[in-house]
């Protein structure tokens, strides 16, 4: 199992020990598309341990970007 998106989300795309700092940039909206994969058949997650670490990812999100409008795209 590679390490989940919302141990990655703080961190700068490029580099895993650089920081992003949610400060310096205040997108107007932001696309969110997990879950694609997640349910293969290499490994299936519990269900609602997935739903309730979505919730939290994405209120994490809206907590950084206060003023974006948050898009899910839900494919499971």
Same mark, same amino acid.
């Not at 290499?42 to 206060?66: L, S």
């Given at each position: 199992?590679?390490?989940?998106?919302?141990?990655?989300?703080?961190?700068?795309? $490029? #580099?895993?020990?650089?920081?992003?700092?949610?400060?310096?940039? *205040?997108?107007?909206?932001?696309? /969110?598309?997990?879950?694609?994969?997640?349910? $293969? #058949?290499?490994?299936?997650?519990?269900?609602?341990?997935?739903? *309730?670490?979505?919730?939290?990812? /994405?209120?994490?999100?809206?907590?950084?970007?206060?003023?974006?409008?948050?898009?899910?795209?839900?494919?499971?």
């Amino acid at each position: 199992m590679t390490t989940p998106m919302p141990a990655k989300y703080c961190y700068i795309a $490029s #580099e895993n020990e650089v920081r992003w700092d949610f400060k310096v940039w *205040n997108p107007q909206v932001v696309v /969110i598309n997990l879950g694609t994969n997640d349910f $293969s #058949e290499d490994f299936i997650p519990d269900r609602n341990e997935f739903v *309730n670490a979505y919730i939290n990812f /994405i209120r994490r999100i809206q907590g950084n970007y206060i003023d974006a409008k948050i898009k899910e795209l839900m494919n499971w």
